[in-house]
C-alpha cells in the first residue's frame, strides 16, 4: 500500500489547471519555447507526467525534494523521445513548481542538483504565503552553529525545519519523512487506505445477514459455502462471492 501511494502522490492527474508565475520570474531564451510547450500543456490539462522523472512510477525509490517540499521537478523540451516511450527528452534544464489541485505555480528554472535550493522555498513564501501557511512553525528565534546539511539529512530520513525569512520557519511542507527514509505523508496515507479498508470489512461482518437476505429475495442459492473476497480498483470497494458470481460496492475509492 505504501509504494502505490508512494507514487500516486507525485503523479499529476489530468486536467486545466491555471499557471501562476512569481514576480521576477525569468526563463532563459533558449527554455522560452520549452516552457511554453509545457505551460500549454498544463493549461490544457493534457497530461505532463512525461516531463517528470523517469524515475515516477518506481515504487522503491523516493524522490527528497518532493518528500521534503512538496516541489514537482520538470523536464524541459520541445520534443519526445524518439524510442516510443512516451517520456520527454532530457535536455538538462528543469523547471521547479508547486502543484496544489487546479493551480501550478511555477517557481524557478534550473538545474539538476538544485534539489537543495532554498530559493525555491522563498519565492513560495514571498510570493504565495498562503500556500505554507499550515507549515510554518510558530517558534522563538533560533540559533544555529552552521546549517544542517540538508542533503544528508534527507538521506538520513531526518526532517529539519528552515528559517526561509527572518523568524518565518517551516517545516515538512512535503509531509517529511519517517524514521526510516521514506515518505511521511505517503506513510500516512498508507495507513489511513488500510484503516478504511479494514472499516468496511468489520461494517460487511456486521452487515452479512442483510446481504444473505438480499441474495435470497433474488433467488440466489445460499445454502452453499459462502467465500467473500475483498478487492479494490479505480472505482471502488468491493466485496465479491464467487460461487454466486456477485460483485457489491461498498464504497467508491474517491
Known amino acids: 500500500s505504501y509504494k502505490y501511494w508512494n507514487v500516486k502522490r507525485k503523479e499529476l492527474f489530468p486536467g486545466p489547471r491555471k499557471v501562476y508565475e512569481p514576480a521576477g520570474f525569468a526563463i532563459p531564451n533558449d527554455q522560452l519555447d520549452a516552457y511554453n510547450w509545457l505551460k500549454s500543456k498544463i493549461l490544457a490539462g493534457e497530461n505532463v ?5 523517469k524515475r515516477l512510477s518506481n515504487t522503491s525509490l523516493e524522490d527528497p525534494l ?4 512538496g516541489i514537482h521537478h520538470f523536464h524541459l523540451t520541445t520534443s519526445y ?4 516511450s512516451g517520456w520527454v527528452e532530457r535536455d538538462g534544464s528543469l523547471l521547479f513548481a508547486f502543484v496544489r489541485g487546479d493551480a501550478f505555480y511555477s517557481l524557478k528554472i534550473g538545474d539538476h542538483g538544485d534539489w537543495c535550493d532554498k530559493d525555491l522555498l522563498r519565492i513560495i513564501y514571498e510570493n504565495w504565503p498562503d500556500l505554507i501557511a499550515p507549515y510554518r512553525l510558530h ?3 533560533v540559533e544555529r552553529e552552521h546549517e544542517p546539511d540538508l542533503k544528508l539529512m534527507r538521506r538520513k530520513g531526518i526532517t529539519v525545519f528552515h528559517e526561509v525569512a527572518p523568524g518565518a520557519y517551516y517545516c515538512a511542507i512535503g509531509g517529511g519523512y519517517s524514521c526510516t527514509g521514506i515518505s511521511g505523508e505517503a506513510l500516512h496515507m498508507s495507513d ?18 442483510y446481504f444473505i437476505a438480499e441474495f435470497k ?14 478487492t479494490v480498483n479505480e472505482f471502488g470497494f468491493h466485496v465479491w462471492e464467487r460461487s454466486l458470481h ?3 460496492l461498498l464504497a467508491y475509492t474517491d
Open 49 to 53: 507526467n512525461p516531463h517528470q522523472s
Open 81 to 84: 523521445e524518439e524510442d516510443g
Open 192 to 209: 489511513m487506505f488500510i484503516g478504511n479498508i479494514s472499516a468496511l470489512e468489520q461494517e460487511f461482518r456486521r452487515n452479512i445477514d
Open 217 to 230: 429475495a433474488k433467488s440466489l442459492d445460499v445454502n452453499k459455502r459462502l467465500e467473500f473476497k475483498f
Open 66 to 69: 518532493f518528500n521534503d517540499w
Open 246 to 248: 456477485v460483485k457489491i
Open 139 to 141: 517558534i522563538a528565534g
